[in-house]
């Protein structure tokens, strides 16, 4: 196997993508501490109206709440939620819509794949199980990532093929099954039947991995991922290029 730069210290970008992901802050629903990466910050967007602020920068006192969808129903089911936002923002003149949870997790779908499409665009991420074969040789791989409804076969070899690797170089290569199918991913990648894939930048890893985990966390239990349609996925589109343009400014 190639020599490779992981076992040199992490280039700037990964310990820059390292030191903001550490960063802590309050989840207002459960009063414990965690990564920025584990949690949703919620602001008051110009109408008074509460939302995901996935810049993190919207001015005036955020709210910051666990990837925990259960958690999140819980609390709102019980009346609580809006105590806990207007002690977070410190006021009660706000609104927030019945369907704030399924909208969070709209947007979380959404950054994800627009997201993937800015690694890709980047020459991050990679496309076809040979190509991820060929950069796993190389060592060249920080995290594997697998279509919802990829078959298991396939999966479950360059899965184990990343493991090796890992083992062998004494790191831990990431591996993520996406509750996207492959029609989803495709689209948001611009390549047909898109289903497996790898990212070959430390810190592009580390931002895809959060938002994958975000996601995963707060998405409806009972949702089946293989079930999406590709007309889903098209209602949402305009979104996606809207998450695209934010990401790319931020």
Do not use: Y
């Amino acid at each position: 196997m190639e020599a490779n730069d992981r076992l040199t210290p992490e280039p700037p970008a990964a310990d820059e993508a390292h030191r903001k992901g550490s960063s802590e802050r309050r989840c207002i629903l459960t009063g414990e501490a965690a990564p920025r990466a584990h949690l949703i910050r919620l602001a008051l967007g110009p109408d008074g109206q509460v939302a995901a602020d996935w810049s993190e920068r919207l001015p005036g006192r955020g709210a910051w709440i666990s990837a925990d969808r259960s958690l999140f129903d819980g609390v709102a089911a019980r009346g609580r939620l809006r105590g806990a936002l207007a002690r977070a923002f410190k006021a009660n003149s706000f609104t927030f819509p019945d369907d704030l949870g399924l909208r969070i997790e709209a947007s979380l779908r959404q950054r994800l794949l627009a997201r993937l499409g800015l690694e890709k665009r980047a020459g991050n991420l990679i496309i076809g199980e040979e190509r991820v074969r060929e950069a796993l040789r190389a060592g060249k791989v920080w995290l594997v990532l697998h279509a919802g409804d990829a078959r298991p076969d396939g999966a479950d070899r360059l899965d184990g093929m990343a493991r090796a690797v890992g083992e062998s170089l004494g790191v831990d290569i990431a591996q993520r099954r996406l509750p996207i199918p492959r029609d989803a991913l495709s689209a948001a990648l611009g390549r047909d039947n898109a289903v497996h894939a790898a990212l070959t930048d430390p810190a592009a890893a580390a931002r895809v991995l959060a938002d994958i985990d975000r996601w995963a966390g707060f998405a409806q239990p009972e949702r089946d991922p293989g079930t999406e349609t590709e007309t889903e996925f098209e209602q949402t589109g305009g979104a996606t290029e809207v998450a695209a343009d934010a990401l790319e400014r931020h």
